[in-house]
């Protein structure tokens, strides 16, 4: 449900500031974030790689200023965090290009069932 929450604001953000987004989604009220931005980046002919590393990058950012708002780490500690894993996430982006779908799944039945359960708290510090 958040995913999909997540991507119609990307697509809406896309719109305003790009124009139409694919057709295929302008009618689609539920469309998962990784979806919205992977036709966004096809119409807008950004390159595979370049949307893997951006698109890793946001992720990281985004657990990262978690982690900072939380107290966790600070500022410092925290851009110190992304460089470090930079290297990781660059090669984890080019395994990705050449990857098949049986080579990049995995089993997680207790980290869904943490997420599941997060996303019907009535509380909570941030969407995930």
């Known amino acids: 449900d958040e995913t999909c929450i997540q991507g119609r604001a990307f697509l809406e953000a896309y719109t305003s ?27 807008s002919e950004i390159s595979l790689p370049a949307t893997l590393n951006a698109y890793a990058i946001a992720m990281l950012s985004n657990l990262v200023s978690a982690a900072i708002r939380l107290g966790a780490i600070g500022q410092f500690d925290g851009q110190r965090t992304l460089a470090a894993l930079m290297p990781i996430t660059r090669e984890l982006c080019r395994h990705a290009r050449v990857a098949t779908r049986d080579s990049i799944g995995s089993v997680t039945f207790m980290a869904d069932l943490a997420s599941l359960q ?4 009535t509380t909570r510090l941030f969407r995930s």
């Open 17 to 43: 500031a790009w124009g139409e987004p694919d057709p295929a989604l302008s009618d689609v009220d539920a469309v998962a974030l990784p979806i919205a931005v992977a036709r966004a980046t096809r119409q």
């Open 118 to 121: 997060h996303e019907t708290q």
